[in-house]
């Protein structure tokens, strides 16, 4: 059999799939975890039971991934035939009757829509774009594009997620899913692979932003070394996906994961025939079971497709993919940690080099990319190196992701070409701080990150220009901090992190990290003088210079950026005992307001400790040193009489 | 404890390859819970790894229990984004209604409360999964609403 004809002929049939799909009526639900926690199961049961009710037949539903407006979770949209698609936002099962029912008539329940797709746009050169056309009642709908939340992004990386079935092969090859394999195994040498990735300015976005082509051309020759005299056999060579994703507040590698699955597949196995592996692993972690599990039905479509196994698309390359669960340790999101794990083993980092890419899994020359690294890599042999390049900065080139959180009005997923500054991203396309408080710091890089106050929000963001702030880019955590953050309260808190997390091998970050937590204690709960100030510094850097790995190494990053940046806060808790963000318990109190309590009596039930004393008759005040700070009367008040006073 | 554990079905799956250790230990606890010591013995034995380095391997992973789960199992995410929207706030809450510490299995066997360090759905901070199940912003209010309705899950 012809292989490659046969590839030809399952895209076609698949985009011809795709067309008929338009001429369907349809409801989409955005399906990732955080769409179903938000209740996106809930809407799905209801959508089915009100298309059973209104009898509404030959309606097609389906399931997609996130498409990173996560505030208006969960999104559902509407498609019917050869019409726009429109998405409801925050739909709640009540609402779904009359959206279903009004939409299908004709008209729109306006308040609850979130926007229309006047087109399907694919980032893929030469490839179609799905237009539609337009009714009457659509026209001043806003369109997805349009939203300030998207307006200024730019899906490179996340072109697929939120717009196609995860878990239909059809949807990612009408889109030109592996179309970039296809290319490169039918008329590209691992040389001409690497060179494009090499002069595309690939940085691996798993946080060092290490020139991707670079790390394959070590791998690439480092079979080149070993065949010396006898050796015709070829050394074998492995390839992994780290989708460890340890940082905790980022999701965007999982987010890919449930979205598009098999753009990571496609994106490894190039890898593997770039540096000349057969064996592929992707090592994800186990608090992601949707991801898991779609990851497992795209493997098992590869194969089934012949994208994966032995001789693919009629070539003699081979290689095979299989995924290893992680355990919960964030230390096996280390590259050396992680090779332990898959064999394993304890999950312990060691130093290098020598580097994987030279010794990694079995002794063998191994190369980690992370998630998002590997799903760039198709469209980059698509369109050219030279068009990846054109995007984002001198520094680092094309797109960055983030996963946008805390006190931010959009939280969700945004892609922008790396530059973009901090502002538009927070304020432009976040939308500024939640619930009308003040913007006090941003969070990059998670633990091994730091917080950047506002007076350095016109950042643009690249890989050296956060570094030079003393945070790091990461994999693309973004916490939005405001006013009722402490941020001694936030460095103790990653300090607590670290220190159960250190997988204790090297001394530095295994006893250092537990001597800065105690130190940080001792602050937030108002106990220390003003010269600890010195030792917790002095101590930051001994860790920094001395740990084993990346872990330890960049650990007090948190700890110094906001030394750095909000060292009045630390003087505050030490010398005026006094949290001004009201967080740290002991250095604020509970008072209640009399002007504003009616004696209800909620504060007195909702306390767990009994700290509230007093009557309906008497009315009632708090004990604060019975007071553990839950804040439970202070969200339950229905009055908010009750005030938190420093 | 007298099930019967059949674990060679799990083991098959990876070639009885020891280097698939952690792969069939979460398998295992997918399947029972836990991590059975009578199923550790067994092991052991069949893919030829010692005791002692399993429980390396298994005290080196925080998700590896060794405990049967509770009826119910309530995880609070202590993750960054959960950890600026009131996290602590949220599970210190809940220490004290129900009278456990993370990390605890109430006597009764009926809850047991443990951390995490991020599910992944940062955006619906702060986060807390009841056996699998994920629930998003919460407060107190929604704490009190889910706990309750555990409670009455029980009197049917
Ligand atoms: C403590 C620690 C945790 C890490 N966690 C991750 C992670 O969760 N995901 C990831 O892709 N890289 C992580 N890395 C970086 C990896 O070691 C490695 O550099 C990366 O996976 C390489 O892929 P890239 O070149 O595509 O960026 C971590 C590094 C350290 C030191
Ligand atoms: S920080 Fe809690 S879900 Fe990510």
Request: proline content about 3%; aromatic content about 10%; hydrophobic content about 30%.
């Given at each position: 059999m012809n292989k490659s004809n046969h590839f030809h002929d399952i895209t076609e049939e698949a985009i011809l799939y795709s067309k008929e799909k338009h001429n369907k009526n349809r409801i989409i639900i955005g399906y990732g975890t955080c769409g179903i926690a938000a209740g996106a199961e809930e809407v799905l049961k209801e959508v089915q039971q009100v298309l059973h009710e209104l009898k509404i037949e030959d309606v097609i539903i389906e399931k997609t991934g996130?498409?990173?407006?996560?505030?208006?979770?969960?999104l559902m949209d509407i498609e019917l035939a050869n019409s726009p698609r429109v998405s409801y936002k925050n739909v709640k099962p009540k609402e779904v009757k009359e959206i279903i029912d009004k939409h299908f008539e004709g008209e729109l329940k306006k308040e609850k829509v979130f926007c229309m797709f006047d087109e399907q746009e694919n980032?893929?050169?030469?490839q179609e774009s799905w237009k539609y056309n337009i009714p009457?009642?659509?026209?001043g709908l806003p369109t997805f594009k349009s939203l300030p939340m998207l307006k200024k992004q730019k899906r490179i990386?996340?072109?697929n997620v939120g717009i196609i079935?995860?878990?239909?092969?059809n949807d990612y090859l009408a889109r030109g899913g592996y179309q970039a394999l296809y290319k490169t195994l039918t008329a590209l040498s691992p040389k001409e692979v690497i060179d494009e990735i090499k002069s595309s300015g690939l940085r691996g976005r798993?946080?060092?932003?290490?020139p991707t082509g670079v790390k394959w051309e070590f791998a690439y020759n480092a079979e080149l070394s070993k065949t010396?005299?006898?050796?015709i056999e070829k050394t074998e060579k492995y390839v992994v996906c780290n989708?460890?994703?340890?940082?905790?507040?980022?999701f965007m590698d999982r987010s890919l994961i449930e979205g598009d699955p098999h753009s990571v597949i496609e994106g490894l196995t190039i890898a593997a025939y770039a540096i000349g592996a057969t064996k592929g692993f992707?090592?994800?972690?186990?608090?992601y079971p949707l991801a898991i599990k779609r990851l497992e039905i795209a493997l098992k479509q590869a194969y089934e497709n012949h994208?994966?196994?032995?001789?693919?698309?009629?070539?003699?390359f081979h290689f095979s993919i299989e995924i290893r669960k992680g355990a919960?340790?964030?230390?096996?999101?280390e590259e050396t940690a992680l090779i332990n794990s898959i064999m394993g083993l304890r999950g312990e980092p060691r130093p290098r080099p020598p580097y994987p890419a030279v010794?990694?899994?079995?002794g063998k020359p191994t190369i980690i990319n992370n998630v998002k690294t590997l799903v760039t890599v198709p469209v980059i042999l698509l369109n050219g190196a030279k068009w990846f390049s054109s995007i984002g900065t001198e520094d680092t080139k094309g797109t960055a992701v983030f996963a946008l959180t805390g006190?931010?009005?959009?939280?969700g997923l945004v892609e922008v070409p790396?530059?973009?500054?901090l502002r538009e991203i927070i304020?432009?396309?976040?939308?500024?701080?939640?619930?009308n408080k003040q913007f006090k710091a941003v969070q990059t890089g998670g633990p091994s990150g730091g917080c950047i106050p506002f007076s350095l929000i016109d950042t643009p963001v690249d890989f050296a220009s956060l570094k030079k702030l003393g945070s790091i880019m990461g994999s693309g955590g973004m916490i939005v901090c405001s006013e009722s953050t402490c941020m001694v309260d936030l460095a103790r808190y990653f300090m607590t992190f670290i220190a159960s997390e250190s997988?204790?091998?090297?001394?530095p970050c295994r006893e250092g990290t537990v001597r800065a937590l105690e130190m940080l204690e001792k602050i937030t709960s108002g106990d220390?003088?003003?010269?600890i100030l010195t030792d917790l510094e002095q101590l930051s850097l001994v860790i920094k210079d001395t740990a084993l790995c990346g872990l330890g190494q960049t650990a007090p990053n948190p700890i110094l950026s906001t030394l750095k940046y909000f060292k009045e806060e630390y003087i505050e808790h030490i010398e005026?005992?006094?949290c001004r963000a009201k967080v740290?318990?002991?250095l604020f109190n509970y008072v209640i307001n009399d002007d504003l309590c009616?004696?209800?009596?909620v504060c007195q039930n909702v306390c767990p400790v009994d700290a509230v004393f007093g009557s309906k008759e008497t009315g009632f005040f708090i004990e604060n040193r019975l007071c553990?700070?839950?804040?439970a009367c202070f969200e339950r008040c229905p009055k908010r009489a009750i005030e938190k006073v420093n | 404890m007298n099930v019967d554990f059949d674990i060679d079905s799990i083991l098959a799956r990876y070639n009885?390859?020891?280097?698939a250790l952690i792969q069939i230990l979460s398998d295992v606890q997918d399947k029972y819970g836990y991590l059975p010591r009578e199923v550790l013995e067994d092991i052991s034995q069949k893919i030829e790894v010692s005791l002692s380095k399993m429980w390396g391997v298994i005290s080196f992973?925080?998700?590896?229990?060794?405990k049967p789960p509770a009826k119910y199992n309530i995880t609070v995410c202590q993750g960054t984004a959960c950890h600026v929207s009131g996290a602590k706030r949220n599970l210190e809450y809940i220490e004290s209604k129900l009278n456990l510490k993370a990390g605890e299995h109430s006597p009764d066997g009926k809850y047991s409360l443990e951390t995490v360090a991020?599910?992944?759905?940062c955006a619906l901070a702060p986060t807390i999964v009841i056996n699998g199940k994920v629930y998003g912003r919460n407060t107190v209010k929604t704490i009190d609403k889910l706990l309750s309705r555990l409670e009455e899950g029980e009197k049917k």
């Open positions: 996130c498409i990173g407006c996560c505030s208006y979770e969960p980032i893929i050169q030469n009457e009642i659509y026209s990386t996340l072109r079935d995860p878990e239909n092969i798993g946080g060092a932003g290490f010396t005299e006898d050796s989708a460890d994703e340890g940082d905790p507040g980022a992707i090592y994800i972690r186990a608090e994208f994966l196994g032995d001789n693919i698309f009629g070539t003699d919960g340790a964030f230390v096996c999101g010794s990694g899994l079995w006190d931010v009005k959009n939280s790396m530059g973009t500054t304020f432009d396309i976040g939308g500024g701080v939640k619930g997988c204790g091998k090297c001394t220390a003088t003003i010269d005026q005992k006094v740290c318990p002991g009616i004696k209800c009596g553990i700070s839950c804040n | 009885f390859d020891s280097s992973y925080a998700l590896f229990k060794l991020c599910i992944g759905s």
